[in-house]
């Protein structure tokens, strides 16, 4: 059994910065593509970023230039890098292992406000 331990989030302020960390207890952990999604209260899950085992990633239009995914196979973990955060950003943030089956983090809560 898989699993994906999230953790980072937080309370932080209109502009600033946090680094979501996603760690893995899978040994085969580089195989996989790895992804970062958000869901907002209310709203239903996005996808935000994915990262491919070879390291090509993808975003959505609505973080692209402000967060960066990153994986270190070493250490079993994805990370998510958010800068210029808004409210907008505010949700509880998975990470994901695709596959069959693919795998949940438990969540972690980003909540951007003054």
């Known amino acids: 059994q898989v699993q994906l331990v999230e953790s980072g989030g937080g309370l932080v302020q209109p502009g600033g910065s946090l680094r979501l960390s996603c760690a893995a207890t899978?040994?085969?952990?580089?195989?996989?593509?790895m992804g970062w999604y958000r869901q907002p209260p209310g709203k239903q899950r996005e996808l935000l970023a994915m990262?491919?085992?070879?390291?090509?990633?993808n975003y959505a239009d609505s973080v692209k230039g402000r967060f960066t995914i990153s994986r270190d196979n070493t250490k079993y973990t994805v990370y998510l890098q958010m800068n210029s955060l808004s409210p907008e950003d505010t949700a509880v943030y998975f990470c994901?292992?695709?596959?069959?089956?693919?795998?949940w983090g438990q969540g972690t809560q980003v909540t951007v406000s003054s």
């Open positions: 990262i491919l085992a070879d390291g090509f990633t």
């Open positions: 994901k292992r695709f596959g069959d089956p693919e795998y």
């Open positions: 899978e040994l085969d952990f580089s195989e996989y593509s």
